[in-house]
């Protein structure tokens, strides 16, 4: 990784790129860099299908009230009630692998038992539309950072350019120390991408939508995933109503809500979640204990001393 240091605290690295899917090239660049920009992920008929499936939503969709959101954007989230194709993204492995496993750290000291999708939001930034507040989605969450929170992917449904708005991100901020007020563009770079890429960056990251001065429109799918015991910042439980939810890949009705974070986080009457969407929990049932594979060796242990 090319890095410069303009101050002791302030290293700029370059944005690194990858023709193609490689799990643990992409981990390392979160690791490194904070972002990283793949190439060649998604088939052109599944750009096709996806593209097609989001249009109709994308002209009926409202710009944004304010200047944050943008006056010439236009945003919609719900994507599973909208795509039946958004899932396959969300699930896609080549990418959401080498997420968890970046997100939930070193397996002898984990950050958290499971992931989950935090957000979906479809964005056409329109022309004359300016560039974003540089910002860190992880600022949200109002407590200390001492490991990444959140990792978001956007799916160019467009060819990201400098011109027609591509998303700018400065590759190493992830690692400087947090101000109130950021606005130092020591190093921004415009994460240009041909359609069917996927732009992933960290939740500490500092990043922004680019300034449109073309003349069209620029699409991009944003899914973003985040430790499982957070709250989610889209209530994807509501956006994706249970008869939708039930038509999805199980690993999708996870990644929305339906699963617990051990120990016992997350439950409907005691049990997974994933079983009341099922139908195999109803108004009362037994609770289970829903202990990690070290608490249960505990409880087992507990147990044995005390003769039970």
Known sequence: MDCAAPTASRIACDLPRLARPDPRAIETALASAGCVVVENVLPPAMLEAVYADLDPWFKRAHAGEGKFFGRRTRRFSGVFAKSRYAAELAACEHILAPIERFLLGPAHAPHGDCIQLSQTQAIEIGPGEPAQLLHRDDGVFPIAKPFEFVVNVNWALDPFTVENGATRLIPGSHLWPRLDIEQDETGIVAAHA?????????????????????????????LSYSLGWLAQAEKLLLSTPPDIARALPERVQRLIGYQIHRPNLGWVEGRDPHAWLAGSVGALAPAQDNFTPAQNAFMETYLQTIGR
């Not at 359609?195 to 799918?221: D, M």
């Open 194 to 222: 041909p359609a069917g890429s996927a732009i992933i960056w960290t939740g500490a990251l500092l990043h922004g939508g680019g300034a449109n001065v073309s003349s069209a429109p620029r699409r991009g799918l944003v």
